[in-house]
């Protein structure tokens, strides 16, 4: 059974068509690698699954429940209940930096799950372990490296308890050193069979973690398939040429 | 010069730098807020609000200090009319053009801040589910303040030093004492004393800042 599907999504920046009619469906459990020409329209279609953009067309069902249908949005507390499903990890982290390590995680849990502080605490004391940051609870986001960020990131959103993980290009804004510890953290999540959607640029790491690919390219899903029949035996011209160029 | 006569002449200036020091505090304590209000208004989405708060800043940031003090002492009770209803006593009138005027540099620092705020920190709080109340009070007004503080601490400084205007509506303050000083007793001494002492005070804000900007420093 799919938990998201997407069809006919359209989005546009005033005249400039980002979205062109995508559609696709992710299972329960799936880890998508999706990948593509910077510019192509990968983060705003991830953006628009959590709603940090409205599309103009088409329909997004998470969990048989439409977050948009036929380009109209369901009520605004529906939208809240579809996109508490999920949770997102930003290029740049985005972690709260007047707030403590423990306190960027607790915030969300504490005022939007009314959370004891007792189960806050206990929660992200299981989740910094996970990320192996359990020595940097009390510690502020200023005096973590990026890797280490982004991992509280991750962790931040975990706290949340979501059914899919959507990355946007985790590791991008990284020294080339610092990937790696993000990266483990996230294939230990599809070990553990979260369902997740990850825009990245590291070819290698996709072909290892993802059960599927989709390459996108000019605001268009080109072709989607298993890392090795879309790296290996890719379909369109177009997905090997960007293949050559970035595994060149 | 002797000690005696410092004393002696220090006892007004010091009872004038109580005047000094609660029109410091009104002012401070009014504008902040106010000052916070207009930036909400400027950044409101009801276009009319503003348009109003972007008038009120332009108009109060455009003028002299003094000039506004000047036109809520002695111009209000002139207007005809409503003008006879409108005489207010000087040192109120007075705290009335500071807390507008400081309410409009205070509303552009803020501005200032807010502007300052990575919108991924708006994106991240949504897609966390705080809603706009939530993320306004824990995430953003937070960091606004901290941004701020440097400009505040500045600005707060210089509303020491404005407060000496109070000499053009003849309300008695540190200065006034010190200029009568002058005057009596032909020596330059109470000018010097008036000096130490707003030194004395923006020492202490200063420190005060200082310790703020410390203890939000976030690391
Ligand atoms: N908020 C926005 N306003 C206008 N144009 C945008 C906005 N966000 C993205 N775009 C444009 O949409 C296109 C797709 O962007 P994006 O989804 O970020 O692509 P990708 O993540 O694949 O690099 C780009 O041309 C980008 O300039
Ligand atoms: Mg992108």
Redesign the pocket.
């Known amino acids: 059974m799919a938990i998201i599907e997407v069809s006919h999504m359209k ?1 546009s ?2 005249h ?1 068509d ?2 062109k009619d995508v559609s696709f469906e992710i299972q329960k459990n799936e880890v998508i690698a999706v990948i ?12 628009s699954l959590v709603h940090l ?1 409205e599309i103009n067309g088409g329909s997004i069902k998470v969990q048989d429940q439409y977050l948009v249908k036929d380009g109209v949005y369901s009520n605004h507390s529906q939208i809240k209940a579809i996109t508490s499903r999920m949770g997102m990890v930003f290029q740049h982290f985005n972690l709260f930096p007047h707030l403590t390590v423990q306190e960027n995680l607790g915030l969300a849990p504490k005022h939007v799950k009314k959370l004891t502080k007792e189960e806050v605490r206990s929660n992200s004391a299981v989740l910094l372990q996970k990320v192996g940051l359990s020595e940097k609870a009390e510690v502020y986001p200023g005096n973590l490296s990026g890797g280490q960020k982004q991992r509280v990131a991750i962790a931040r959103a975990l706290m949340m308890n979501p059914d899919i993980m959507l990355f ?2 985790p590791t991008s804004a990284l020294d080339p050193e610092l990937t790696g510890e993000v990266l483990a953290v996230i294939k230990q999540l599809a070990e553990e069979h979260m369902t997740m959607v990850i ?1 990245t640029h590291e070819m290698s790491f996709a072909k290892e973690v993802a059960d599927r690919i989709i390459f ?1 390219d000019n ?1 268009q899903v080109m072709e989607s398939g298993s890392p090795d029949q879309l790296f290996h035996q890719p379909k369109m011209d177009r997905t090997r040429e960007f293949l050559n160029r970035a595994m060149r | 010069m002797s000690m005696d006569y410092i004393v002696q002449i220090s006892k007004p200036m010091l009872e004038g730098a109580q005047t000094t020091i609660l029109l410091f505090f009104i002012a401070i304590i009014a504008s902040i807020p106010l000052g916070f209000v207009f930036t909400l208004m400027v950044r409101s989405a009801i276009k009319p609000l503003a348009w109003l708060a972007n008038t009120y800043i332009y108009v109060f940031r455009g003028t002299p200090l003094l000039l506004q003090m000047l036109f809520f002492c002695f111009g209000l009770p002139v207007l005809p009319v409503i003008g006879e209803y409108l005489v207010l006593d000087r040192f109120v009138a007075a705290c009335l053009a500071f807390v507008l005027n400081y309410a409009a540099y205070f509303a552009e620092i803020f501005r200032g801040g807010l502007l300052a705020i990575d919108k991924g920190q708006y994106e991240a709080s949504k897609v966390l589910g705080l809603n706009k109340w939530q993320t306004t009070t824990k995430v953003i007004l937070p960091q606004m303040f901290r941004v701020a503080l440097p400009a505040v601490s500045n600005e707060s400084i210089t509303l020491v030093k404005d407060t000496a205007l109070l000499y053009a509506v003849a309300v008695p303050e540190l200065l006034h004492f010190a200029y009568t000083a002058v005057n009596r007793d032909f020596t330059i001494m109470p000018f010097f004393i008036a000096g130490v002492i707003y030194l004395l005070m923006t020492l202490v804000l200063t420190l005060f800042f200082k310790f703020l900007e410390r203890r939000f420093k976030y690391e």
């Open positions: 989005k920046f005033g400039l980002v979205l593509g020409p910077s510019g192509s329209g990968k983060s705003t279609m991830l953006r953009e946007d290009e825009v996108m605001g």
